[in-house]
């Protein structure tokens, strides 16, 4: 076991080097790229164009958080791509394949199994239960306050760590592609996305992360039919080429070590997939469809669109090993003279980029870079208008004036804490350049699955779920979730710089993930309260609600 | 909701088949997903050497196509629940909210 684990340490850390999207090492500020910068202009002031359009029709507080609730199955599936498929994805995962071949394509699986699953058991529940966050339903017949001040401090927790690593992303990423100063490109990209989301709230954001998946899909098709034009489309022939350039030859076929005990296996897969269900910025994007019916639809093409963006993502990584490995023009010199080898400029989450210009010259790496850049607005929008209705809706609204406050003063609120958020993740983002971000990712994804996802299931779930279970429980998920991280061989080891870590794994999702079932389980049967057994009551009603969508909440018209 | 009105929801034949039904149909697709997953990774945890096993007399080795046609069953496994309940499920819903005239 312990020399199981000493394999699949350092392959672990390599992912979460992958889920950050970190660029490697110190950047050099690149020459300006003009067609770049020209390319993304018109990205900018294409969606500010779309962000006046929908100020004009975001009024009200569910036109705000919603988008009115009349977004088709087939946008919000496209939209929930564009959320889902970040820079990190794109760029980490291209960059594993490269790096080590198969084992990318084991990454790609466990973030995509999750979708089909979240459709079958979550999507209609979620639909037509809720309103504009997830906390609606979490605290649909349990009592408001403590429920939603835990889910607003586990959306919040889960937004700002994901903000933190795409700006930090963000940062490097404009540094090295357009020549910008880091400090700059993080202002940017801040000020871009307080706009969007101030302004045009839902709507805007939608058609932003709308066009970004389109833009994202186009480009990767592109790359990824030049590389196999090379080889007259046959599989078999690009596989020979990597397999020949490649210094693993063979290796890179078949998995390597990714995940190599079962632990860590089982606890990334939990991580994943019920990380996956509990984003609040995914889950909010169920409430901006008409009904359950075009929820499902989201659920379905998102998962088409995500699966084929993977399937591009490995053979843009094998095209890689054979067009950008090697390729003199690519390599890092400075680091070459150090350490040998073959690295190439900015570290392997690169490879994509240095791809695009292999495969169409300065324009179409402008073009790759600018849906670099634009990928990380669109999920930053999407993350903070989240977090934004985490803190106007479920607590200034329902905590703190306890659910008797109009909506224009609740809008206005989420309008502030847009820019509050937006200012604390300029800030974050520049005071986290030089730090190890790697873990924050994983963090993200161990709250919402220990805190967000526990909670969410089992109120739609299991009847006998009382406030007291779901609050002691929830928190005692967060508490381990945090607890096991910084325990664990990332923050531990890494960061501290101590010996070896106290937790041995990197994915604490398994452990946290069970505490908080338990906890919940435990905290709620041994609950004899009046108010318990009237939680505990009122859940055929709601249960009929989830089932049938009567009163449900319906679309407004436009 | 008054608690007659719960219990002649629950009653209702047509309710009780639209829950029972879709519950299993959810279920069953759900454990299918999850029995494909894990055994991909636990293949690749206890005998990486099955996915690393060549086909024919080139390079390629079975982990490729059983990696590429999970995302498939993913997808495929999406597209069947959909159809399913958007078309049967919701139809049963319909009549169910119809039976039940004001409560609805």
Known sequence: MKKLLFIALPLLLNVAAVASGTIEGEIEKQPLNVSAIIMFLLFVSGTLGITYWAAKRTKTAKDFYTAGGGITGFQNGMAIAGDYMSAASFLGISGLVYLAGYDGLIYSIGFLVGWPVILFLISERLRNLGKYTFADVAAYRLKQAPIRTLAAFGSIATVILYLIAQMVGAGKLIQLLFGLPYELAVVLVGTLMILYVTFGGMLATTWVQIIKAILLLSGATFMALAVLYQFDFSLEAMFAKAVEVHGKGEAIMSPGGLVSDPISAISLGVALMFGTAGLPHILMRFFTVSDAKEARKSVFYATGFIGYFYILTFIIGFGAIIMVLNNPEYLDLAKQAISGGSPILGGKNMAAIHLSHAVGGNFFLGFISAVAFATILAVVSGLTLAGASAISHDLYANVFEKGACDEAKEMRVSKIATIALGIIAIFLGIAFEKQNIAFVVGLAFAIAASANFPVLFLSMFWSKLTTRGAVIGGSLGLGTAILLVILGPIVWVQIFGYETAIFPYKYPALFSVTVAFIGIWFFSVTDKSDAAAKEIEAFEAQDIRSQTGIGAEGASSH | ?104
Not at chain 2, 34 to 47: D, E, H, R, S
Not at chain 2, 62 to 83: E, N, T
């Open chain 2, 1 to 104: 909701m008054t608690k007659e009105q719960i219990e002649h929801v629950r009653n209702n034949p047509k309710y009780q088949k639209l829950v029972r039904e879709r519950s299993k149909f959810a279920w069953t697709l759900s454990i299918i997903m999850l029995i494909v997953y894990y055994t991909f990774i636990m293949t690749i945890a206890f005998k990486p050497a099955l996915l690393g096993a060549k086909i024919g007399s080139g390079v390629m080795t079975i982990g490729i196509p059983v990696g590429i046609a999970i995302i498939f069953i993913a997808f495929i496994l999406a597209g069947i629940y959909v159809r399913r309940a958007n078309g049967e499920f919701d139809q049963l819903t319909k009549e169910v909210r119809e039976e039940l005239g004001d409560i609805a």
